[in-house]
């Protein structure tokens, strides 16, 4: 089962900041905070990952919570092309051998509104 | 990023028959890869582990001899629906790990339509 809970879907208006909430009470120490999405009929996408410092990349940013039970994902200027399904999925970082798949849950649809 | 590729995108097929989908790291070595399935609004669900130059291991539920994997190389995995049936048209999706600790990069998917 999934370890995190994330709303079933969002509305943001094109052009405003996207902020996707996820909870992970349960997060071991040694496991990081992974973001992926997946636009309708495509492969997921990696978005971003973060253990407990805040980390941005071009696509997006990560807020983690000091004592890391949730976290945000800020798309900064939503587009129309950003509308996909959101996951958010916690696994080690270190793992060796057929270790280190991803188990999703149901993530939250995402619809940016012109 | 990492680049996986899948192929076919799309296949229709007959009942009865065999269907093969590949998966390729095409600008790394992945000695690991993941085949999931996708039903309509639904989430990706694990079917099986494909280690290079070993047998897959398989979840639970999920038939290793209809559903057979191959990973002949580093940047290659197949999987082999064999025998399929309507109830297997699904989304298939592989995604293949970098060695080292990081990210899952994942295929665009196979979507299989069984009639």
């Known amino acids: 089962d999934a370890k995190t809970t994330q709303p079933t879907s969002m509305d943001c208006a094109e052009g405003r900041a996207a902020n996707l909430p996820c909870n992970h009470s349960t997060i071991s120490g040694n496991e990081y905070v992974y973001w992926y999405r997946q636009i309708h009929s495509q492969g997921p996408q990696y978005i971003i990952h973060?253990?407990?410092n805040n980390e941005t990349n071009e696509m997006a940013s990560l807020i983690i919570t000091e004592d890391r039970k949730s976290s945000t994902l800020i798309l900064p200027h939503a587009t129309l092309r950003d509308t996909a399904v959101y996951y958010c999925?916690?696994?080690?970082?270190?793992?060796?051998?057929?270790?280190?798949?991803?188990?999703f849950g149901k993530g939250t649809k995402l619809s940016v509104k012109p | 990023g990492a680049v996986v590729s899948q192929h076919p995108s799309r296949v229709i097929c007959k009942s009865g028959t065999s269907v093969k989908i590949e998966c390729r790291s095409l600008d790394f070595q992945a000695t690991t890869m993941f085949w999931y399935r996708q039903f309509p609004k639904q989430s990706l669900m694990l079917m099986a582990t494909s280690n290079e130059g070993s047998k897959a291991t398989y979840e639970q539920g999920v038939e290793k001899d209809k559903f057979l994997i191959n990973h002949a190389s580093l940047t290659l995995s197949t999987l082999t629906v064999t025998s399929a049936h309507p109830e297997d048209s699904s989304f298939y999706i592989c995604?293949?790990?970098?060695?080292?600790?990081?990210?899952?990069?994942f295929g665009e998917g196979s979507r299989l339509t069984v009639l």
């Open positions: 995604s293949a790990r970098k060695q080292g600790p990081g990210e899952l990069f």
């Open positions: 999925i916690v696994r080690p970082q270190n793992y060796g051998g057929s270790q280190g798949n991803l188990i």
């Open positions: 973060g253990l407990k």
